[in-house]
């Protein structure tokens, strides 16, 4: 089990409606080839990923929720600045692959940083 050192606190996850429309009104988009990224500079980081029914019953939607978590646990430390985050998974018929969303996500973490 992890020591602590490199989980994902729940308490970083953005769960106010107000905070969430804000950043999705207000923010800047990154797109990847799975997944929609709005992102904002803040004080400290957060983030909140948004499965719509679109992508299925509620099984297929809480495994995305996992995956995509999964991910930003294992790059969030390469971010050069704290942000607050906004994950839109692109709608795809295929059965997800943790592998293509983990790359996908890093490939997209590095365009966030070029954009300082």
Do not use: C
């Not at 430390?77 to 692109?90: I, T």
């Not at 997209?108 to 300082?116: A, I, P, R, S, T």
């Amino acid at each position: 089990m992890l020591a602590g050192r490199n989980r994902l606190p729940r308490n970083l996850s953005l769960k106010s409606r107000l905070e969430i429309s804000r950043l999705l009104r207000h923010g800047q988009r990154i797109s990847g080839n799975y997944f929609t990224l709005v992102w904002q500079p803040a004080d400290r980081f957060g983030y909140a990923i948004l499965v719509s029914r679109r992508h299925g019953s509620a099984v297929r939607r809480n495994r995305l929720r996992r995956l995509f978590r999964e991910a930003i646990r294992l790059y969030r430390n390469q971010l050069e600045k704290p942000r607050e985050m906004a994950l839109l998974p692109k709608w795809n018929d295929e059965k997800p692959d943790f592998d293509l969303i983990r790359n996908d996500v890093a490939r997209v973490f590095e365009k966030l940083n070029d954009e300082l």
